[in-house]
């Protein structure tokens, strides 16, 4: 074999070999884009290391400090929002079935529970007498003026302690010592188990009705009603192991003048141990 003809076979040879290797980079390189042409993880439905945003592991407690058990709260969550309601809907108590209709002037008692307005007007809702609670701080009372005096404050247990934060406000304009107001988130509330409230309506033999404007606070409130009489009586609860909530407790009576219907309103249980409460803001007879 002639040394040019040697040359050529060898120069042949080279190019045969670095076909090869291109061959082998195309291929590779088409596998690797192969694996990437898969869509990518949506930013609004991934986070870090491809997991779902809003995704958690059994067992792991939620951004606010929720569990998936009413167990121990953080305080300080937002109350809950409310949309302005001219009437609330009221729930009959749990604990106490529709009685059947009473003789004129016997005994007689009924609660139900329903969501407070935005807004309450104690001088239209409370017709014949109203209080209202914490204008001015924990001993503060403004009431109707001229009112029938029915409404009797008969203290409670635990120390009441004025705020300004209720979700809900009152108004009135026919009040003493203070005439009116626009609109006042304020009130009171008694800390810890077996604190609240303890009131007392004056009877007359007819029909009355009562409204209580009361909250809860990271607690479960017991709204317990009797007769000073005997005979019916009724609970009503309201519970939020995580933040504040309010309610509209309508209780219906009769009894005979001289006779009282009695109200206790205080902490069942507490889910915290940063001052679980049941909280007060007014009351109203019609």
């Not at 042949?12 to 192969?34: D, F």
């Not at 809907?89 to 007689?108: F, Q």
């Not at 009116?180 to 304020?186: A, E, K, V």
């Amino acid at each position: 074999m002639t040394r040019s003809l040697l040359r050529r076979v060898r120069q042949r040879r080279r190019w045969a070999v670095e076909g090869a290797a291109v061959l082998v980079c195309l291929v590779v390189l088409i596998s690797y884009l192969a694996t990437r042409s898969g869509p990518a993880p949506d930013d609004d439905q991934a986070g870090p290391g491809g997991v779902p945003v809003g995704a958690r592991s059994p067992g792991l407690p939620a951004a606010d400090g929720r569990t998936g058990e009413a167990g121990p709260a953080t305080p300080g969550l937002r109350p809950r929002q409310r949309p302005p309601s001219p009437e609330p809907t009221p729930t009959p108590s749990a604990s106490a079935p529709a009685p059947p209709p009473a003789k004129p002037g016997a005994p007689a008692l009924t609660v139900s529970r329903g969501e407070m307005p935005a807004i309450v007007d104690l001088t239209s809702v409370g017709a014949r007498d109203w209080v209202h609670w914490g204008e001015h701080g924990g001993r503060s009372t403004n009431r109707k003026r001229s009112g029938s005096g029915e409404i009797i404050d008969g203290g409670g247990a635990g120390r009441r302690v004025g705020w300004d934060g209720n979700q809900e406000y009152v108004r009135w304009s026919d009040g003493t010592p203070e005439r009116s107001t626009n609109g006042s988130s304020n009130g009171v509330y008694a800390c810890g188990a077996g604190n609240g409230f303890s009131l007392a309506v004056a009877g007359s033999g007819e029909p009355r009705t009562v409204q209580l404007y009361a909250g809860i606070w990271m607690a479960r409130g017991r709204l317990e009603a009797r007769l000073s009489t005997g005979g019916p009586a009724s609970t009503a609860r309201l519970e939020d192991p995580y933040t504040s909530q309010s309610a509209q407790f309508t209780i219906r009576f009769t009894v005979p003048k001289g006779a009282r219907l009695l109200l206790n309103w205080t902490v069942e249980k507490v889910f915290t141990q940063h001052c679980g409460n049941v909280g007060l803001q007014a009351v109203t007879v019609r």
